[in-house]
Nanobody, 115 residues
Framework: QVQLVESGGGFVQAGGSLRLSCEASGTDSRFDEMGWYRQAPGKMRELVAMIKRGVSTDIGDSVKGRFSIHRDEFHRTVYLRMSILKPEDTAVYYC?????????WGRGTQVTVSS
């Protein structure tokens, strides 16, 4: 069973930076795609950034130019670098990965940005 473990969330002031990590375990396969969604209170879960096998990435419109996603395939880990954080970036950030056509989710990590 694939498990995703997120780390790196926390509390930061507006304009600051954070880096989230997500490590997959329980598989020797390469991911089909792996990345991050977020959900703020009262809002739908939205795509933040996703990296696909190869070099293709998807970045959410609300974070373009501020967030970037990177991978370490050997360690089955992806990183979300977040900069110029805004209060509206406050949310629970969930790691999501697809291995062999099956989607897996992490438990989420809280990011809080104060104004």
């Amino acid at each position: 069973q694939v498990q995703l473990v997120e780390s790196g969330g926390g509390f930061v002031q507006a304009g600051g930076s954070l880096r989230l990590s997500c490590e997959a375990s329980g598989t020797d396969s390469r991911f089909d795609e792996m990345g991050w969604y977020r959900q703020a209170p009262g809002k739908m879960r939205e795509l933040v950034a996703m990296i696909k096998r190869g070099v293709s990435t998807d970045i959410g419109d609300s974070v373009k130019g501020r967030f970037s996603i990177h991978r370490d395939e050997f360690h089955r880990t992806v990183y979300l670098r977040m900069s110029i954080l805004k209060p509206e970036d406050t949310a629970v950030y969930y790691c999501k990965a697809r291995f062999a056509g099956v989607d897996y989710w992490g438990r989420g990590t809280q990011v809080t940005v104060s104004s």
